[in-house]
């Protein structure tokens, strides 16, 4: 493991446990987010860890020098159509065999997406400053494709973990192995898109819809929804990134003479 991924997991994780274990030991005394709202401040500051870690250990390793300059290196606007495409396939991938097996309820329409995308740049998507922009990154010039989406989506999967215990919280009292499984299904998928586009810009809008969507569909979770859609992203990832592989070959080496 890198310098710059063993910084950012000691940053992520000590913001983290500032935050959430603030909120843990609040929601054992009998508070609840739904009711204390000054609880949102640990609550938010538990969520942006990753976001706050990625700043602090691409400054420490000197990958950045600024503010601005880690902003422009996340918002990397400029992308074809087929780019912008990833995250809206995946998304749809992601959310439909979930729907369709498993059920669910109405929650906001769906033109409120247009709305929940942006809000949920707080609520999820700056993640991607760190899971994609470096631990992927970083895991990826030592190991395989498949070991660094494994070891990221685990870690990302065991950070989550103070949230199912936190009184208010989405996650509150859901099954964490059915998280789990979306995880990983969700890794594949956001490593695709950062492997293909090069763009972390592409996975903060992926993990953006996605965080709305479960807005709009409360899908009630299922061992054989989740396992679907996490096989069905999962081979769409591979699928991606095969294609983007075979399209970089040079001519001469597709056409053997």
């Keep these: 493991m890198s310098l710059l991924s063993k910084d950012y997991l000691r940053y992520t994780f000590f913001f983290m446990l500032l935050g959430w274990g603030s909120c843990l030991i609040f929601s054992a005394c009998g508070f609840s987010l739904s009711q204390d709202y000054g609880l949102y401040i640990p609550y938010l500051l538990g969520g942006m860890s990753p976001t706050i870690a990625s700043f602090l250990s691409l400054k420490k390793n000197r990958r950045i020098h600024s503010v601005k300059e880690w902003i422009k290196q996340l918002f990397d606007f400029r992308h074809g159509l087929f780019s912008y495409l990833l995250p809206v396939v995946f998304s749809v991938l992601y959310i439909l065999p979930q729907c369709w097996i498993s059920g669910y309820t109405n929650g906001a329409p769906l033109p409120a997406i247009l709305i929940m995308i942006p809000m949920m740049l707080f609520g999820g998507g700056l ?8 631990l992927q990154r970083e895991f990826e010039k030592k190991y395989s494709f498949t070991l660094s989406t494994l070891l990221t989506g685990i870690i990302w999967w065991l950070w989550h973990l103070p949230l199912f215990f936190i009184q208010g919280a989405a996650q509150y009292g859901q099954n964490y192995f059915l998280f789990g499984i979306n995880v990983l299904g969700l890794s594949f998928a956001l490593a695709s ?5 090069h763009s972390v810009w592409l996975c903060i809008l992926f993990h953006c819809i996605i965080n709305s969507l479960m807005g709009i569909y409360l899908i009630q979770a299922s061992l054989l929804g989740n396992t679907a859609s996490a096989i069905l992203l999962t081979a769409s990832a591979y699928l991606v990134a095969a294609m983007d592989l075979v399209k970089n070959i040079p001519a001469e080496k597709k056409t053997p003479r």
């Design 127 to 134: 993640e991607e400053a760190g899971w994609r922009r470096i």
């Design 193 to 197: 898109i950062r492997k293909v586009t």
